[in-house]
């Protein structure tokens, strides 16, 4: 036995399941221990909030390493001709955007459509 | 009585209560078979065999304090990962696992889109602990979704596509899952694509999974976990709990698509022997999976990517284009 919808009430319906799955497992297994055994045992101390690197605090701003640096960094390094040929010929840093890469998708999606016609 | 099957599969089976159980045994067997590898002999102590040592892990850390650093979020962490857990457990209503499955005319569409929010989830929620290695192990997450996503999407979109052709499956996972032992054979196109599509759907496969040599977000001798460095308690079991469970839905979708589902034993006739048939299939996925994570060495962030386009994203598409000629 299964149960046909159509695509957007099928959305609707698996966003709910979804959600409410999220929800029992909120509160069934983060929130019910937490209150019945972890809130039981938390004392405060200053030190435990604390962001130690090798028994010292690093300074704030580390606390933010760029993520979008480390992405491009690692795209970067492991398309390097790519990329060197794309700084030299474009004469802009626009790989460094996100848009780029929305770009890339959005070309593949249409080599796609024209391939299905 | 619609309501009433949907909220037993969600909780009960193959929903919240089964993935739980699954959970347990998985790691027990991942431990246990990464452990007989390097000469050990892995958990024992806890219930037979040590099968009930993963249950202890869980509970321990699920009733320590919830701790955060003064700069995390509360909330987003925990809701993120609450929120990857339940989309996992909803994308199995729409598999042949569900007695009673849903479906619809390209709720493939729906599928993909829900197994990229887990990976999501859990980057999210590793975004709301600020640190420096957690923020390195995060842009390397990134890099690796971006890479890795694609490939394993292209590749399950082949059987859905050749289903749709040849069996009228209009675009459903479901559908396409219940005649995927004849995707092989539909054409001399149709086999190559699939054959390709196989092996570009396990690296994919591998690579969202961070199956060595595609670690490098956790690596733990070098950026220390990476996205889970600054968890622990509750929250680490939260993740933990997405993590495994990806390792449990996603090669259960490779098996229903590149492995024949069910077959021999038709899941619809008879529903208990095609859930066994389909389980003894995904077992073998994931002993190889343990398998090759305990003997690879770690790739270098850029050297996985690059992996991943040369090799994984060239063959999908490959298998694409076949298929779509076909």
Known sequence: ?117 | MIVVDILLQLLVFPGLLFMIAMVIFTQWYWRKASARMAFRRGPTRTGPVGLLQPLADFFKLLMKEDATTRIASKYIPVIAASLGVGSLIAVLLLTPLSYAPLYAPYDSIILFYFLVWTSLSIALAALGTPNPYTNIGIGRYLALLVSAEPVLIASFLVPIIVASKAFGAQYSFYLTSLVSINLWTVNPAATIAMILAFIAGFIGLMGVLMIKPFDFPEAETEIYWGIFTEYGGPRLAMLFFVHFMEKIVFPILFVLLFLGGAAPVSIVENYWLGIIVVLVKYFIVFTVLCLIDTMMPRYRPDQGVKFLWKYGLTLAVLALIAVILS
């Open chain 1, 1 to 117: 036995m299964a149960y046909m919808f159509d695509v957007f009430s099928l959305i609707v319906i698996v966003s709910g399941l979804m959600a409410l799955g999220g929800f029992v497992v909120y509160f069934g297994l983060f929130m019910l221990f937490k209150k019945r055994f972890g809130e039981k045992i938390t004392y405060h101390d200053p030190v435990k909030e604390d962001i130690v690197m090798c028994g010292e605090e690093p300074p704030s701003e580390e606390f933010i390493v760029p993520i979008t640096r480390v992405f491009v960094d690692v795209m970067t390094r492991a398309f390097r001709r790519a990329f060197k040929t794309i700084m030299e010929t474009a004469g802009s840093n626009i790989v460094q955007d996100w848009f780029f890469y929305m770009l890339l998708v959005l070309i593949a999606l249409i080599i796609i459509s024209i391939l299905v016609g």
